[in-house]
């Protein structure tokens, strides 16, 4: 399916945010790109808890680092990625991913294909504002292609 170009300008991109250390601007969610792919950007600062351990069953998540050093947890190992450097995770693999200690990331990330994730967001930040219960996440994974799971090396990651 094809669609007319997208054009995000920065000053027109909702910005979102999911706690008190992380932003979140929507860029591209998949009705707008033939679900061709979804792009938000990532702006975590030092502390910030980041996305726990998670996997997707219908897409592909990548991180592209524009500024700073981000840890992610990629099935049973922990990557660091810096400025400049790019990570696809295959979907049905667990990661996980937030600044590295003492630092900040800024990252693009992408899903391919794309998946409406936009309200997704949305959730997180009213969860974070009091406004819905963090029960709604949960309940969401089927939704939003976003399932939670648990890793021991990311629980002990300093």
């Given at each position: 399916m094809t669609t007319a170009p997208l054009h995000v300008r920065a000053a027109d991109?909702?910005?979102?945010?999911d706690g008190p250390t992380s932003l979140i601007t929507?860029?591209?969610?998949?009705?707008?790109?033939?679900?061709?792919?979804?792009?938000?950007?990532?702006?975590?600062?030092?502390?910030?808890p980041g996305a726990p351990p998670h996997l997707h069953t219908r897409a592909s998540e990548s991180f592209f680092?524009?500024?700073?050093?981000?840890?992610?947890?990629?099935?049973?190992?922990i990557r660091t990625?810096?400025?400049?450097?790019?990570?696809?995770?295959?979907?049905?693999?667990?990661?996980?991913?937030?600044?590295?200690?003492?630092?900040a990331a800024d990252v693009l990330v992408v899903f391919t294909p794309g998946i409406d994730r936009f309200d997704y967001y949305r959730l997180l930040e009213r969860v974070h504002l009091g406004e819905a219960d963090p029960?709604?996440?949960?309940?969401?994974?089927?939704?939003?292609?976003?399932?939670?799971?648990?890793?021991?090396?990311?629980?002990?990651?300093?």
């Open positions: 991109a909702t910005v979102l945010a929507l860029l591209a969610d998949a009705d707008a790109t033939g679900d061709a792919l979804t792009a938000n950007r990532a702006t975590l600062h030092r502390g910030s680092v524009l500024d700073g050093v981000l840890d992610v947890l990629v099935g049973d190992e990625l810096r400025q400049g450097d790019f990570l696809v995770v295959p979907a049905h693999t667990p990661h996980a991913f937030a600044p590295a200690r003492d630092e029960a709604e996440i949960a309940a969401s994974g089927e939704r939003f292609d976003n399932h939670y799971v648990d890793s021991p090396l990311w629980r002990a990651r300093p």
